[in-house]
């Protein structure tokens, strides 16, 4: 592993796949442009909109999603990360995986991971979520893909901030830097968007790089943003703040080794 720059991307997702697309491919092309061999794409980064049309329209997004991230990956040359899309399950009644999905610069799919926590939260905002409503939770440990030239690589798609054990698993696997890709509410991120992903930055010394959805998606639903790259001692490196945008900043082995040797927590746990 040698040090790299990886961008996080901010999107405002809206229904419309193809619109989405051309977005993201602008703001990939910025984080290029800016230096970054490794990108994450936020959750919904295809659609985010009425659930009863993402249900409806679940193969088509699963399918543009996927041939959109192998083809990303190739043409820029870039290790992909798609934080989220809807995958339908064969035989559960219309339900989906929300998927996470890692590409390689070859097109390559390197790991896939099926969100295990589900937001299922009534806000004090008067706001509803049920996201096990049309979503079928993950039964399989997130997974970590070892890259020589990145590091170790661990997966996870944003409610899923919110269960240390998650990350504490990964980084018993061997976790160097671990992504949170979001589309986390406007109410809830003012509070804990960034705390949570600092603490677990913090707690398990590795980076982070939090991919996120911002502003309003239709009258209802509004995303907090603030995609963010956090270093293992939980300094903010970089972050995209309320507008459509990139946060890019360098991923340094010399960084992670010198804060594990000078916090080195992993080798204390009493607990497993």
């Known amino acids: 592993m040698k040090p790299y720059l990886a961008a996080a991307i901010q999107m405002t997702s809206v229904p419309e796949v193809d619109k989405n697309l051309a977005q993201a491919e602008d703001l990939i092309q910025v984080a290029v442009n800016r230096g970054a061999v490794l990108v994450g794409l936020p959750e919904n980064f295809s659609f985010l909109g009425d659930e009863e049309a993402k249900v409806r329209l ?11 991230l192998i083809t990303m990956a190739q043409r820029y040359q870039i290790t992909l990360l798609g934080g989220g899309f809807p995958v339908p399950v064969d035989g559960a009644d219309g339900k989906m995986y929300n998927t996470a999905l890692l590409v390689s610069p070859e097109g390559i799919e390197l790991a896939r991971y099926h969100k295990m926590h589900l937001f299922d939260v009534n806000l004090p905002d008067g706001n509803t979520y049920q996201e096990s ?23 996870s798609v944003c409610y899923d901030v919110r269960f240390p054990e998650l990350y504490r698993y990964l980084t018993k696997q061997g976790a160097e830097v671990l992504f949170v890709p979001a589309a986390f509410t406007a109410f809830t991120g ?3 968007w960034q705390v949570l992903l600092q603490a677990r930055a913090i707690e398990n010394t590795c980076y982070v790089i939090a991919p996120a959805q911002v502003g309003w998606h239709n009258p209802r639903r ?19 703040g309320d507008q459509i945008g990139v946060a890019v900043a360098e991923i340094h082995p010399l960084r992670l080794e010198q804060v594990r040797r000078q916090m080195p927590c992993l080798q204390h746990r009493v607990l497993a």
Do not use: C, M
Request: charged residues 20%; without cysteine.
């Open 222 to 240: 509004q995303s907090h943003g603030h995609a963010a790259i956090i270093d293992p001692w939980g300094v903010v490196l970089a972050n995209a």
């Open 58 to 68: 679940a193969a088509e997004i699963a399918e543009k999603s996927h041939k959109f």
């Open 190 to 192: 003012k509070d804990h």
């Open 133 to 155: 409503a049309t979503i079928r939770a993950g039964e399989q440990a997130p997974p970590l893909y070892r890259s020589p030239e990145l590091g170790n690589l661990g997966l």
